[in-house]
């Protein structure tokens, strides 16, 4: 991570030293402590480009994107495709960027205010499919939040962004938001392993199926995993999903694998039971049933496919 060093702005216009690449420009998309990202054109077609205060940090982004995109599992698109890395002079300095795919789509937190909160454990089982292919390769994500997720517009499925955060196993987690951090729970450390991804992937579950006001009273000190606990029996929508979550806050799942089976079983047997009560003919919260069915038709199209296939 860098403090210090300012993050270089990109130039209208410019040309990859090494590769030749000629990018225009569009607009920045966004801008943090590590990196800034840009919408440009590179032969007409839109790209992602990241450039950071440190070149080292790009490469480390640059190597964990790589090799989420290599493999047996590659079809499982983690992470927006890598298109190209180079350097670039800003102002006499060298600095490295990579541009990558575009992500035409909403940010996780915006797609569930639009659409509600039955896609969220679809969208959940989808983000767990796609931790599973970045562990296998040795990685934690690290800082995992809604922020960081992007649900496509052409096909809601989920893709991380920003792998800053990105870290090894084993070592100290590189980058994390209080909110979505273990150790800020006071529910074990930051050592970098899938136990880690999978605590702050609950904690987004609890705040993206929740009102703001019921978060909000979740932020009392010192931050306690009882609290969420109590979220989860009063909301219609969590409590089902209780015991995965629960396990999940406990470090009792060894992959995201194991969580994904036990989500979709939950998603799976509530499926059947609103198919049941239909053909009965006594379903009656019609929009429940709507919603959920929406969002197994598109669990079925997507995320069972991959399921079946890892
Ligand atoms: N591939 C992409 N396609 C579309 N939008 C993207 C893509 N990558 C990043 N963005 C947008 O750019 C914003 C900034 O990206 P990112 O979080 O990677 O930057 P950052 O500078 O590393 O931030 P931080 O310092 O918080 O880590 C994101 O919020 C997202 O909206």
Known sequence: MSFNRAIPKLPPQFRGKWNQKTYHVLRELGRGANGAVYLVSQDGVRRAVKIGAEGMDILMEVHAL????????????????????DDLYIDGRSC????????DGEQLDQFVQRTGTD???????????????????????????????????????VRLIDFGGVTKHGCAVRQFTEEYDRAAWHAGDRRAEPAYDLFSLAVMTVRLASSPEVWKSSRTEPRQTSLLCDIIRNN???YPFRVPLIKAFHGQY?????????????????????QQKKASG???????????FVASMLLLAGTLYYAWMM
């Not at 960027?97 to 992500?103: G, I, K, S, T």
């Not at 060894?254 to 998603?267: F, R």
Request: aromatic share 6%.
């Open 236 to 238: 219609d929508s969590l």
């Open 96 to 103: 490295t960027f990579y541009a990558m795919e575009y992500l």
């Open 282 to 292: 006594s379903g009656s919260s019609g929009i429940w049933i709507g919603g959920l």
């Open 119 to 157: 896609w969220v454990p679809v969208l959940i089982i989808q983000l767990l499919a796609r931790l599973a292919v970045l562990h296998q390769r040795g990685w934690v994500f690290g800082d995992l939040k809604p922020e960081n997720v992007i649900v496509t517009r052409a096909d809601s499925q």
């Open 66 to 85: 790589k090799s989420v995109q290599q493999g047996r599992d590659a079809r499982v698109t983690v992470a927006p495709l890598l298109c190209d890395v």
């Open 254 to 274: 060894a992959g995201a694998e194991e969580m994904k089976s036990d989500m979709l079983a939950i998603v799976q047997g509530r499926t059947t039971a609103v």
